[in-house]
């Protein structure tokens, strides 16, 4: 968890009037298909900001769907491409303790201070996996970063997991030293 969003939760009761805790006791009692719509009842009822009322909804469907569902959730229908995402992550949990691995509806981050990786099952035979550089240029298999926009400055596109190698391997590490 990154210091701002620790901030935020300790600030919560003095600037909510409830902890964490009992906004998610809260919002419990409710049930609401939308993320917009816990934000907007936060927003309209309890008068909470539109910042505290976001990260409180998100900090509630995160404890209601674990990690494991939602890796789980990536995969479905695309079972051939789980063995790549296991390597990528043995591969980056070998460069230190100080990652936080989050896994989001659609990828995973992989971040040390900041993300450096973002694994995403793309279609059903290709994981396209994005890194993010201080400055590297693009080559024929690390491309520009296409679908993942500013959150990545490049990609590769991975449909087997043999293409997990040695040249992989350093770019992730790369990635790694340059999230410090």
């Given at each position: 968890?990154d210091?701002?969003?620790k901030t935020?939760i ?16 809260v919002?419990k009692?409710?049930?609401f ?11 309209k ?17 995160a ?11 990536q995969y479905k ?10 390597v ?8 230190g303790?100080?990652l936080t691995i989050?896994?989001?509806k659609a ?7 900041r993300?450096?990786?973002l694994?995403k ?7 396209d ?11 024929e298999?690390?491309?520009n970063s ?5 959150m990545?400055?490049?990609r ?5 997991i ?13 990635a ?5």
């Amino acid at each position: 968890m990154d210091q701002a969003l620790k901030t935020m939760i300790n600030n919560m009761p003095e600037k909510t009037g409830k902890s964490l805790d009992e906004w998610k006791k809260v919002l419990k009692k409710k049930s609401f298909s939308k993320h917009s719509e816990g934000v907007n009842f936060l927003k309209k009822e309890h008068n909470v900001t539109h910042g505290f009322a976001n990260t409180i909804v998100t900090l509630s469907k995160a404890e209601n769907e674990t990690q494991v569902d939602l890796v789980e959730s990536q995969y479905k229908g695309k079972e051939d491409l789980f063995p790549i995402y296991e390597v990528l992550l043995t591969v980056v949990k070998d460069f230190g303790k100080d990652l936080t691995i989050t896994p989001k509806k659609a990828s995973v981050s992989v971040i040390r201070k900041r993300q450096f990786a973002l694994i995403k099952p793309a279609t059903k035979s290709r994981i396209d996996l994005g890194l993010k550089f201080n400055d590297k240029p693009t080559t024929e298999r690390l491309e520009n970063s296409g679908p993942f926009g500013a959150m990545c400055t490049h990609r590769v596109q991975l449909n087997n997991i043999t293409e997990v190698d040695n040249e992989l391997k350093k770019w992730l590490k790369e990635a790694y030293e340059q999230a410090k």
